[in-house]
T-cell receptor, first 111, second 114 residues
Framework: RKEVEQDPGPFNVPEGATVAFNCTYSNSASQSFFWYRQDCRKEPKLLMSVYSSGNEDGRFTAQLNRASQYISLLIRDSKLSDSATYLC????????????FGQGTILTVHP | DVKVTQSSRYLVKRTGEKVFLECVQDMDHENMFWYRQDPGLGLRLIYFSYDVKMKEKGDIPEGYSVSREKKERFSLILESASTNQTSMYLCASESVWGSYNEQFFGPGTRLTVL
């Protein structure tokens, strides 16, 4: 089993739609995770962190289910500019250093 | 703003050549990383460094070496390039201060080995 596994998609949704991605992880010691966003032909950038209490930032909500070992990212009211690859990241229970990336989920928002 | 720069955006080399990929960060970060990104495989860690002259193997170090002589610069070396090293190479840096580890990435170098 991969350490971090994501549905690669692609997800094709119209503007204004709500879309959700899931990510499963195998390291039960991990207590927090990250979502990074990577635009086409660009570098990854941190989108948000997610802890057991969840995290909400505007239209984006991230949740962690430690019992089932999965993380979710919900995007409400999708915009064209949300089109990107979303990477689920496991820091492995450490504060700094080695991150384990999922292969990414591709999202395309169309008019 | 943190800035991570990489020496080349695109590079074409021949099998057997020695290849140097350079990465420089301007935020005095302690940790630096080299990843490669391939379709369907995501980002995989090659090597990382948590201090000058220190290095640690990542998940796929075979065929690569690194050098960190100065804090701001982290070099990835392909001693004898092979076609299976054709990939996108991403450098990242990270501060050890703060609450969690946000890594800042450079724009990437797309290396083609013929």
């Amino acid at each position: 089993r991969k350490e971090v596994e994501q549905d690669p998609g692609p997800f094709n949704v119209p503007e204004g739609a709500t879309v959700a991605f899931n990510c499963t992880y195998s390291n039960s010691a991990s207590q927090s995770f990250f979502w990074y966003r990577q635009d086409c032909r660009k570098e990854p950038k941190l989108l948000m962190s997610v802890y057991s209490s969840g995290n909400e930032d505007g239209r984006f909500t991230a949740q962690l289910n430690r019992a089932s070992q999965y993380i979710s990212l919900l995007i409400r009211d999708s915009k064209l500019s949300d089109s990107a690859t979303y990477l689920c990241v496991d820091p492995g229970g450490t504060s700094y250093g080695k991150l384990t990336f999922g292969q990414g989920t591709i999202l395309t928002v169309h008019p | 703003d943190v800035k991570v720069t990489q020496s080349s955006r695109y590079l074409v080399k021949r099998t057997g050549e020695k290849v140097f990929l350079e990465c420089v960060q301007d935020m005095d970060h302690e940790n630096m990383f080299w990843y490669r990104q391939d379709p369907g495989l995501g980002l995989r860690l090659i090597y990382f460094s948590y201090d000058v002259k220190m290095k640690e193997k990542g998940d796929i170090p075979e065929g690569y070496s690194v050098s960190r002589e100065k804090k701001e610069r982290f070099s990835l070396i392909l001693e004898s390039a092979s076609t299976n090293q054709t990939s996108m190479y991403l450098c990242a840096s990270e501060s050890v201060w703060g609450s969690y580890n946000e890594q800042f990435f450079g724009p990437g170098t797309r290396l083609t080995v013929l």
